[in-house]
C-alpha cells in the first residue's frame, strides 16, 4: 500500500523519473522480496516470500516453470520449506500444515495442486488461454 502511495505522490508533484523508480519497486517493496522472486510471488496468498524461495531454489524459478511441474515435486519442495519434519514417514499430517488465510489450513499436497492450478491459470491468461492443451496433456 505504501508504495502504490508514495508513486500516486510523485505524479501529482510531477516527479516523473522518481515516479517511475518507485513504481519499478512497488511489488517487492510490497511483499519484501528481491528480484529474482517477483515473479513467484505472483502466486500470493498461495507463495508467500518463505515459500516462494523454496521453489526457486529447487529450480522452480518462474510461474511457467512451476505450472509445468508435477504436484509430487511441488509438494517435496514445500514439505522441505516446512520449519519441522518428522524422520518417520508414517507422521506425516493428516491435517493442514500451511495457512492459506486465516481460517484456510491445507497439506503440502493440496497446496501443491492449488499452486500448480493457480500458476496454470496465470500462464494461460499471460498468452491468452492459447496454452490450455499443453498443460491438459502433461
Known sequence: MFPGMVTVFCNRLGWNNLELLVAQFRERLH???QRDLCDLIRLHPLLNAQRARHLHSAGL????????????A???ILLAATPFQSTKLAERPTQGTIWLSSSW?????????LIITEARQLVQVSQGNNCSLYFLTR
Not at 61 to 72: H, I, L
Open 31 to 33: 511483499f519484501g522480496v
Open 61 to 72: 524459478e518462474t510461474v511457467a516453470m512451476v505450472a509445468g511441474a508435477t504436484p509430487g
Open 74 to 76: 511441488v509438494e517435496e
Open 105 to 113: 489450513c491445507v497439506t503440502e499436497a493440496e497446496a501443491a495442486g
